[in-house]
């Protein structure tokens, strides 16, 4: 299922910092999105590939060739999603129950 692999790939900081570098600004090379990533924990460039292929099957990161270069963007649909499937509609049912007057505890309407 779609959302259990968005929720694998965003368990992972690593990830995480990925999707924050490109969600800054998109188009980035994998020696720049190295770069970001050796700068907070040691990794190898395979790691970081690794890291990136998960993105990519989970559809949060999309990538373009540009001649010989393959730039990596950020896809926000699939997190925008789960949003809405799985955080959207429990907030909306707790602020009803919070809102409403009868829930009020006694002296403090």
Known sequence: ????LVFKALADP???LLLDTLRERGGRTL?????V?????PMTRFGVSKHLRLLEEADLV???RRGREKLHHLNA???????????AKYT???LTTVVTPEHEPE???
Not at 77 to 87: D, E, G, L, N, S
């Open 14 to 16: 690593t990830r995480r």
């Open 31 to 35: 020696g720049e999105l190295e770069e």
């Open 77 to 87: 649909v699939p997190i925008q999603q789960v949003h809405a499937r799985w955080t």
């Open 62 to 64: 999309v990538t373009v």
């Open 92 to 94: 909306e049912d707790r």
């Open 37 to 41: 990533v050796v700068e907070h924990t």
């Open 107 to 109: 002296g403090q309407a």
């Open 1 to 4: 299922m779609q959302d259990d």
